[in-house]
């Protein structure tokens, strides 16, 4: 197993630490810099590294941008929305978000990329109290999710609507359309949190 999928590895099992210094050695190889980045930039970003990240994800769009990599460009904005999503810097996440959607409509608008972006979008504006908005933002996301065959966009949109249902009714429903798609997705991850949210809805 290379260094980057034990790196992988050790995050999923939430052992950062070890996981920092397998992405760091990973970084070391050029064939695999990119992608330790990106899983460097989730490792601050889990463990409260904000600004560790954000010099991170910087690195990963000059790269791009000097080789005019637009489909690395636009990932780079994603990861730092993410961070500042995380960073609960809502207002700065989605001005991020929307340069991101302007690259990304520069490349015709690919299903998935749109459906990240609008889950993004969805969820910041469901943070600042923008229901109407971040429901549209979800519908979106859903339709380009469907439209791109991907099940986990489709189990990640489904539960954010879920999330900000109107009532109950409309809210188990949606779940349960999340678990069917993270199940479809092979996911357990995202299985057992749908599972306990159902759980905690019949409390």
């Known amino acids: 197993m290379n260094p ?3 790196a992988w590895q050790a995050f999923e099992l939430e052992e950062f630490a070890r996981a920092e210094q397998l992405f760091r050695k990973a970084r070391l190889e050029p064939v695999l810099a990119a992608d330790a980045r990106m899983g460097l930039v989730y490792v601050f970003a889990r463990t409260g590294r904000f600004d560790e990240a954000r010099d991170e994800c910087g690195l990963l769009r000059l790269e791009a941008q000097s080789t005019g990599n637009l489909a690395a460009e636009y990932v780079a904005l994603h990861q730092l929305g993410m961070v500042e999503r ?12 929307a340069a991101e959607a302007k690259i990304i409509l520069q490349l015709e608008n690919p299903p998935l990329a749109v459906s990240a972006n609008a889950y993004e979008q969805g969820m910041i504006c469901g943070k600042l109290g923008q229901l109407e908005e971040a429901r549209t933002w979800l519908g979106v996301a859903l339709e380009q999710a469907q439209l791109s065959g991907d099940a986990i966009a489709e189990a990640c ?3 954010g609507l879920g999330e900000l249902a109107a009532n109950p009714t409309m809210r188990k429903a949606m779940l349960l359309q999340s678990l069917a798609a993270f199940e479809r997705g092979e996911d ?3 299985v ?5 949210l159902l759980e905690q809805q019949l409390h």
Do not use: S
């Not at 057992?192 to 306990?196: C, G, L, N, V, Y």
């Open 4 to 6: 980057l999928a034990m």
């Open 86 to 97: 995380m960073a609960e810097n809502f207002v700065i996440a989605l001005e991020i978000f």
């Open 157 to 159: 949109a489904f539960r």
């Open 188 to 190: 357990p991850y995202g």
């Open 192 to 196: 057992a949190e749908i599972q306990d």
